[in-house]
């Protein structure tokens, strides 16, 4: 065997996003004992770090040492006990996610089913939930990142809090790059991914839980059933009220990865990352609109950090995407599911939110096209992209 050496990249798919020189830098210091006082003291920052990019004041705030899939995965199975019947609005790939993590949890799916590329209907989730009235869980994404779609997570908490249902949010492509915020809209249990508008390397699920959804957990007539995700263990060590105690060996380096991306997301500010990403999906999407590609979703529920276009008639989609890996070192994402062969899935996350990374895209892209015989002009693209930014 000899050394990996990766290529260079930019990462403008639907995560990961391209990570720092900071926080990379970071993730290479010196490795301490996950007890060291030192590494404590680090995780106490990270801690209320995390509670500030989830706008909330819940106690139990820290990253899952796992990818966001985990992060979902702790939700469920520590509120999700046998019989419990959970309301899922799917209108995406990690909607049917979630109704997979409500069965193997023993609950009940009542599924709302939304058309691809659309965002849910909160008169629908209101019917749905007085039609059943057993239900004790609403589940949504809230960014859904296999089609670019922002839910109005505002209203879906409110509905939810109506039918008193506690409420599970996807916020992994969200936090970071749109508001999240935990405490204002009252969502319950809330998991996010590093790898996304956090610009972190991938493998660990930042989650956030309130005092309400605690109780579920404190008052289950049953343990749960992943003892890694068990939060009343995992909290020993978390959250370790009079010394911590061992529960895993914490992802030491990741986490001073995930520490360095919160320094840098507060030295901008999150209000000013949400701009930057608004900002740069406009720019982004008056390329795309003058190279002649056409948005999947409509603009007032467009996630600016996920962009999904149609691929013209004709044109295979794939090979654009190996011809710009290959000639450009630039990833795009693929359609996933039904979208599969019908979209790219352009991601504007965290570092990779620039101009630098627009103007190669819209210059790649359009290279890609006229190569593909689907001619396709770069100059006017640069020039529409660069006229929004002001
Ligand atoms: C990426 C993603 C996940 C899964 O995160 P992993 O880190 O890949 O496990 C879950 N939900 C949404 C909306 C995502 O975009």
Redesign the pocket.
């Known amino acids: 065997m000899q050394s990996f050496h990766p290529p260079l990249r930019t990462l403008m798919g639907?995560?990961p996003s391209d990570v720092h020189p900071r926080i990379l830098e970071a993730m290479a210091r010196p490795t301490i004992g996950h007890l060291d006082p030192a590494f404590q003291g680090m995780m106490e920052e990270l801690k209320e770090g995390l509670k500030a990019l989830f706008k909330t004041e819940n106690r139990l705030t820290f990253p899952v040492s796992?990818?966001?899939?985990?992060?979902?995965e702790t939700c469920f199975v520590n509120l999700v006990e046998e019989g419990d019947t959970v309301v899922v609005i799917k209108n995406?790939?990690?909607g049917n996610?979630m109704c997979e993590n409500v069965t193997r949890a023993g609950g009940v799916v009542v599924e709302i089913n939304v058309e691809w590329g659309k965002a849910p209907d909160p008169a629908v989730v209101d019917a749905t939930l007085s039609d059943h009235p057993e239900a004790c869980i609403l589940a949504f994404?809230?960014?859904?990142?296999?089609t670019g779609v922002l839910a109005d997570a505002a209203a879906l908490c409110a509905i939810a809090q109506k039918h008193k249902c506690l409420t599970i949010m996807?916020?992994?492509?969200?936090v970071g790059g749109v508001p999240v915020l935990i405490d204002e809209w009252g969502v319950d249990a809330v998991?996010t991914?590093?790898?996304?508008c956090l610009s972190c390397a991938?493998?660990l699920?930042p989650v956030s839980f309130s005092e309400r959804a605690l109780e579920r957990v404190r008052s289950r007539a049953t343990p749960v059933h992943s003892w890694f995700m068990d939060l009343s263990l995992v909290m020993a060590y978390w959250d370790g009220q009079g010394g911590r105690s061992y529960h895993h060996t914490a992802p030491v380096n990741a986490l001073y990865g995930l520490h360095e991306s919160l320094v840098m997301l507060f030295e901008e500010g999150l209000e000013e990352a949400w701009d930057r990403h608004a900002a740069m999906h406009k720019s982004l999407a008056a390329g795309l609109e003058a190279l002649g590609l056409e948005f999947l979703v409509a603009e007032d529920i467009r996630l600016p950090q996920?962009n999904a276009v149609k691929v013209p008639e004709g044109v295979d989609e794939a090979s654009i995407r190996a011809y710009l890996l290959d000639a450009h070192n630039l990833e795009i994402g693929a359609g996933l599911g039904p979208m599969a062969g019908k979209v790219w899935r352009i991601g504007l996350m965290g570092t990779s939110a620039c101009e630098k990374n627009i103007d190669l895209c819209l210059t790649a892209l359009a290279d890609a096209l006229t190569r593909h015989q689907h001619p396709a002009d770069a100059a006017k693209a640069l020039a529409a992209a660069k006229a929004v930014r002001g």
């Open positions: 639907p995560g796992a990818p966001g899939s985990a992060g979902m995406g790939v990690f996610r994404v809230h960014a859904e990142t296999s996807d916020a992994v492509t969200s998991y991914g590093s790898q996304k991938p493998g699920s996920l």
